[in-house]
């Protein structure tokens, strides 16, 4: 059973660049949640899936920040035109409902720096 | 809205010592999940132990175990036999059961190990 995956691990990009992460969940995780975390800081909740549903966005996900899921199984987030304070780790973490447990597994991070 | 209090900025602690780390919430809610995550310097975020809110048994696993004070709104974390691997960044997070499953995360504790 492999946890879950995120590519690429660390993006440098300049300021008013798109880009595009990608998180592997647990195979059989049905939820998927993306979160970020600035220096010394825990993680923030942007959003969270059931399956191929976005079901909750938070307030930190300007109209900049779109995430996707096709089919239920890996899951995007894309920034567009990137800005300065969007520099963080991004985090995806994923959980089985209605399995008896809401734990959820985190990936490795994609840490972003924007120029 | 819950919040999530870490009092303790860093700590440090011999090795073979005990240590433990503070966490406070703050809701409103009855039925709700606790964690304690850890996240080594350059490594992803993992589980450490969690609790149940409706469970008065103090979770415990292996060297780790927590302080449960629901009244209190208090989740301390002790750490026995403290080893140098044990070194990281430690996060308490709550859960609200049966919502959306976002986690939200205190500011964390720096634990150092010194041999």
């Known amino acids: 059973d492999t946890g879950v995956s995120q590519d690429p691990r660390h993006k440098i990009t300049k300021r008013g660049q798109n880009v595009t992460f990608r998180c592997d969940p647990i195979s059989e995780h049905n939820r998927l949640y993306w979160y970020r975390q600035t220096l010394g800081q825990g993680p923030e909740f942007l959003t969270y899936f059931q399956n191929e549903a976005q079901l909750e966005k938070s307030r930190l996900l300007s109209d900049r920040f779109s995430a996707e899921r096709p089919k239920g199984s890996f899951s995007t987030l894309e920034i567009q035109r990137t800005e300065q304070g969007d520099s963080a780790m991004y985090l995806c973490?994923?959980?089985?409902?209605?399995?008896?447990?809401?734990?959820?597994?985190f990936g490795p991070g994609t840490r972003l720096t924007v120029l | 809205a819950q919040t999530v209090t870490q009092s303790q900025p860093e700590m440090s602690v011999q090795e073979a010592e005990t240590v433990t780390l503070s966490c406070t919430y703050d809701t409103s809610e009855n039925n709700y999940y606790l964690f304690w995550y850890k996240q080594p310097p350059s490594r992803q975020m993992i589980l450490v132990i969690r609790q149940e809110a409706y469970k008065q048994q103090n979770a415990t696993e292996n060297r780790f175990s927590v302080n449960f004070q629901k009244a209190a709104k208090s989740f301390s974390l002790k750490i026995s036999d403290s080893q140098l691997g044990d070194t990281a960044m430690y996060f308490c997070a709550f859960m609200k059961h049966g919502g959306q499953g976002n986690l939200i995360f205190g500011k964390g504790t720096k634990l150092s190990v010194k041999p």
């Open positions: 973490a994923s959980s089985l409902d209605g399995g008896g447990t809401d734990t959820q597994y």
